[in-house]
C-alpha cells in the first residue's frame, strides 16, 4: 500500500510539471521500456535474473539549443524464486520452505541531457540524473513475507541516441543504455546498483 502511495505521489508530481511547463510550448514527453540487470555482487545474491518490467517516464525542458532540463520518474520489478531447502528460523528451529525475493525500485530524478549532434539521423546523447529512489523489498519463506520499504538516494547516467521520425517533427525514438546507482546499506547489503537498457519515445508537447 506505501508503495502505490509514493507511485501515486510521485506521478502526479510529473503531472504538476506537466501542467505548469506545457504552456510555454516548449516541453518534451519521454516514455521508455526498461529492462533492467542487477550490477553489484550484493544485489546479485538476492536477485541475478533481469528486470523485465520497466519503464521511465519523463519531462524535459529545453534550457539552450541541446540542453535540456527534467524531471523523470521509473520502475522496475525483479523478482526470483529459490529451490526448497532447510532455512534457520532461530536458535533450535529450522523451516523447509521456497525462498523468494521481491524488489522494486523506483527512482525519481531530477534530469539533465545533451545532445552531442543536433541534426543527423541519428543523434547521439548523454544524460544524468540524480534524485531519490523508493524501495519495496519483501522475502517470502514460504506462505511468510515481511515487506518493508525505504527511501534511499538514486543516481543515473545514461547515454544514447534519438532518431526523429520525420523532418517536420520533433518526435523521436529513443535507443540507449544507462547505470543507475542505488545505494541501500540494509540487511547486510550495501547497494541495489543496476544497469539497464531502454527503447521508446520522445514526444513534444504543444
Known sequence: MQSIRKL???LTLVAITATGARAQHSLAFNFN???NFPASADFKDLVNKPAYKGFTAGLAWPVMDQLRVGLSFGYNDYYQKYPRQVYSNGPGSDISAVLSNSIQQMPLLATV???IVKEGLVRPYVGAGIGI?????DQYLGEFDNPVNFTKLAARGELGVLIPLSNYSSTALRIGGSYNYAPFKQY???NLNNWGVHAGISVPLH
Do not use: E, Q, R, W
Not at 529512489?133 to 523489498?137: C, K, Q, T
Open 133 to 137: 529512489n523508493f524501495i519495496s523489498f
Open 188 to 190: 547486510g547489503f550495501s
Open 33 to 35: 521500456y526498461n529492462i
Open 8 to 10: 501515486t505521489l510521485a
Open 113 to 115: 541531457d545533451y545532445t
